[in-house]
């Protein structure tokens, strides 16, 4: 993984981690009533100069798991990655995994990162 994508990664966990939950990449394992999970979708480049990518847009899903009501959580959630300069951010459809008792929501972000020698 390069060190561009494990920057957006951490600030991925470290926005999430402020709400108070476990956040893990891909799988949580524990046994809290609710959790955040977060996954890599894309990274492009974009934004080119004399055919070179000037910009990284990383796109990421993340995954709210709740046994009780998560709209607040969600709003939460929402408000903390648009301070952190994520945009786009789109709501999935909720759903109500009765295997396991959670509700679940994803929405997706985005957040675009400028390549450090475009800056120079």
């Not at 080119?48 to 995954?63: K, L, N, P, T, W």
């Amino acid at each position: 993984m390069s060190d561009t994508q494990t920057s957006v990664d951490s600030i991925v966990k470290s926005t999430l981690i402020s709400l108070g939950l476990p956040v893990e990449r891909l799988r949580y394992t524990g046994n809290a009533n609710a959790y955040i999970t977060f996954q890599i979708v894309m990274r492009r480049e974009t934004e080119f100069a004399d055919d070179d990518g000037q910009a990284y847009e990383h796109f990421y899903r993340v995954d709210i798991y709740s046994k009780s009501d998560y709209i607040n959580l969600l709003r939460r959630a929402e408000s903390a990655l648009k301070a952190a300069g994520f945009y786009g951010i789109a709501m999935n459809a909720e759903i109500y995994e009765s295997d396991t008792k959670f509700y679940h929501i994803s929405m997706d972000i985005y957040y675009m990162e400028v390549k450090k020698t475009w800056l120079q």
